[in-house]
């Protein structure tokens, strides 16, 4: 479709195709139905829900699709929708899975659909891809889930598209469709400035020069302040052009657009006058709740919708105004429709805090993801600490967060709080003072020689963002293990016991618990030779990406369905976990088993106590309805542990720790308690003004 002369027949056929396939064309047609219906004005819809959304579902299985190992000949929706595995998941305590996205993605070239380039992040379709399943098998799978008394939640992307039929009739000029998305026509007297498309591509990356030019003309804001997925050669800016493209006008042309991500995601336009873009993602979102079932959506990469140039020359995207305005039509649109929202922003706290008024019901919680892992990679949560009380001076609840385990990116280490607005901020840290700045850089380069290279040659650095690994080699990094190939029981049981405390970390505080079937399984890392061609732009996330089979439905199988190698599994399926009360899936079966019972995840938390001993953390939560005071301590070090720790404004009382159901002395006069914790161990420790328990 490019480059070549087309047939005015052929080529309004070509767009009628297009047409039928668009997201913007099939979403209006969803979003008549909801016009005018008195359903829409029945709920509030204005102010977060966050303890509402967590109360309807609080523990999450993150699904990755491409990595479900299933039967042969049946699908993944097929596999996720098994009665039996809703059954082991409420066994365990799960009470969702979020499934990650499984409409259409990837791109078309003229009718041909092409693959996703980024794990199906790159929708251009609201039907489900049929790698996955059908629309009836999703719908299906909710239904299981609700007979379960669970819930499914999908994914929309307001950041962008992939190229596909939407992105087509925009460089062709058809309608509104350019106004989907950030992108500029190119005059074709200064398509000099623009390179040459190579053969087999239908865009090219522009030059930091190419796209200071461009500024220089007037057509762009110009360079963004980080480039993600920085890649030389590869992804050197977040600007590309296409190659020439005859328009349904007859006019060829050639177009500039914004790509935060890969250059096959075009990034949405929020503010453009015909507000396409808006409508694309409000059709998609009512789709997934009236057509498929959804009760919950997660926002992709929601915190990149606004972008422009200040009167300074510089420009603003992360942390725009126009980012909280679109993420509050977004989240009210659905709550008016009757469900929840939850957002995964990578940004700084203060962002974070003001994406969430009046914005998604829940964010993941990307403020203290990466200072649990330094917690246990250095024996020293005195950084966990930081972020905590860094959290709490912001006004974030933590039970507005979605404390997650392992999901499909990696261990992210960009720490962007420390790198943009609080750089120039001071922070003591080990006894010395850092800015921002140095302070990122000082744990970012820790963590580097820590978890990847020869300390650990099975994880990959990813781009300038993180670590590609699964939190169970992260684990083993930590504990100094360099051959996983060669692991012992006594190896794997210090690998589980480690990944278990993560765990407690998440789950023994208010909010949401997250975990993925990596988590599960025990996964680790694949061999990067077995997922070089993935690999070859750069993304080296694959690694972490390996298939699991969590039902035993494919004992020989070597790969998933959709390709990607089964990665070793230390703790096994989930029914033979179940099985054994010993393992990983049997032990958090009983840590969420408490969790749900004193209802830890409706509590406020209300302390984190100075403490002595540096791998030691200690979270303090008032439970709900009079239940009492749950105190959440944990031993990120090796070695035991015994502090006595002041809990300010206690009153004597008894200490139940609620793991053994086993009295663990008092709190004094004081307010003082003694710690005692194992190497890598955790305990939810319970004080109530008498011995009864207050269920």
């Known amino acids: 479709m490019h480059n070549h002369a087309t047939s005015p027949a052929a080529a309004n056929d070509e767009v009628r195709w297009l047409l039928e396939h668009a997201m913007l064309a ?3 047609a969803i979003s008549r139905t909801f016009a005018g219906a008195g359903a829409m004005w029945q ?26 190992m299933t039967r042969p000949g049946e699908s993944v929706l097929h596999t996720l929708g098994d009665p039996a595995l809703w059954q082991a998941f409420a066994e365990v305590g799960i009470q969702a899975v979020h499934t990650g996205p499984m409409k259409r993605a990837g791109g078309v070239t003229g009718r041909t659909f092409t693959p996703s380039i980024d794990g199906n992040f ?57 106004g989907i998305y950030h992108m500029i026509e190119i005059a074709p007297a200064d398509w000099a400035l623009l390179p040459d498309v190579p053969a087999g591509k239908d865009s090219v990356n522009l030059s930091p020069t190419a796209v200071t030019a461009l500024r220089d003309k007037g057509y762009i804001v110009g360079p963004l302040s980080r480039t993600i997925f920085y890649e030389p050669g590869v992804k050197e800016t977040d600007w590309s052009a ?14 500039v657009y914004l790509h935060y991500f890969k250059d096959g995601q075009p990034t949405l336009n929020w503010l453009d006058p015909s507000f ?39 420009v603003w995207s992360e942390g725009h105004p126009l980012s909280v305005t679109a993420n509050q039509l977004i989240a009210g649109m659905v709550r008016k429709a009757g469900g929840f929202t939850f957002q995964e922003l990578n940004l700084t706290v203060d962002d974070i805090a003001a994406m969430s008024v009046g914005g998604a019901d829940l964010s993941y919680d990307f403020i ?18 930081l972020m905590l009380h860094e959290m709490h001076k912001a006004g974030v609840d933590p039970a507005a967060l979605v404390h997650a385990l392992q999901n499909h990116d990696e261990l992210t280490l960009e720490l962007v709080h420390f790198w943009t607005r609080h750089k120039d901020d001071r922070y003591t840290f080990g006894g010395r003072e850092f800015t921002g700045s140095e302070l990122r850089q000082h744990i970012r380069a820790e963590m580097y020689a820590r978890l990847t290279g020869a300390a650990a040659p099975y994880n990959l650095p990813f781009t300038t963002n993180g670590v590609a690994c699964t939190t169970a080699s992260m684990v083993a990094a930590a504990l100094g293990i360099r051959n996983l190939d060669t692991l012992d029981a006594k190896q794997i049981a210090a690998i589980q016991r480690g990944h278990l405390l993560l765990a407690m970390y998440n789950a023994l505080q208010p909010g949401v618990f997250a975990l993925s079937g990596w988590d599960l399984v025990g996964a680790l890392t694949v061999p990067a030779a077995t997922v070089a061609e993935l690999m070859a732009d750069g993304d080296t996330r694959w690694i972490n990406r390996g298939a699991y089979d969590l039902m035993e439905v494919a004992p020989s199988a070597t790969h998933s369905a959709s390709g990607l190698p089964r990665a070793q599994a230390l703790y096994g399926s989930l029914p033979a976990q179940l099985r054994r009360p010993d393992s990983f899936a049997s032990q ?58 002041m809990f300010e404004g206690m009153a004597a009382q008894p200490v139940l720790e609620l793991l053994q159901a086993a009295p663990a002395g008092v709190i004094d006069a004081q307010g003082r308690f003694t710690v005692e914790l194992e190497g890598y161990g955790g305990k939810a420790y319970l004080a109530t003004n008498s011995h009864q328990d207050k269920r």
């Open 26 to 28: 099939q979403g209006a």
């Open 43 to 68: 709920r509030p819809y204005a102010a977060t829900q966050p303890r509402a959304a967590a109360a309807l579902a609080s523990v999450w299985f993150a699904a990755y699709p491409a990595a479900i």
């Open 122 to 178: 790159d929708r251009i379709g609201l039907e489900i891809d049929p790698a996955l399943g059908t629309t009836a098998e999703f719908v299906e799978m909710c239904r299981t889930a609700s007979a379960n008394g669970a819930i499914v939640i999908d994914d929309i992307v307001p950041g962008h598209t992939g190229k596909g039929p939407d992105f087509r009739l925009a460089e062709r000029a058809y309608g509104d469709y350019p």
């Open 242 to 255: 296409t190659a020439a493209v005859v328009g349904v006008d007859g006019v060829t042309r050639r177009w």
């Open 276 to 314: 396409a873009g808006p409508r694309l993602v409000m059709g998609d979102a009512l789709h997934s709740l009236s057509v498929l079932g959804a009760s919950m959506l997660r926002l992709d990469a929601n915190g990149f919708l606004g972008v422009e140039r200040r009167a300074d020359g510089s």
């Open 368 to 385: 203290t993801r990466p200072a649990y892992h330094v917690a246990l990679a250095t024996g020293d949560a005195e950084f966990l600490r």
């Open 588 to 645: 958090l079966r009983h840590v969420l088993a408490v969790r749900r019972r004193y209802r830890i995840f409706e509590s406020r938390q209300i302390a984190v106590p100075a403490v002595q001993t540096p791998g030691l953390l200690v979270m303090v939560h008032a439970l709900p309805d009079g239940l009492g005071t749950e105190i959440t301590a944990l031993n990120f070090g090796a070695t035991p542990v015994k502090e006595t720790i």
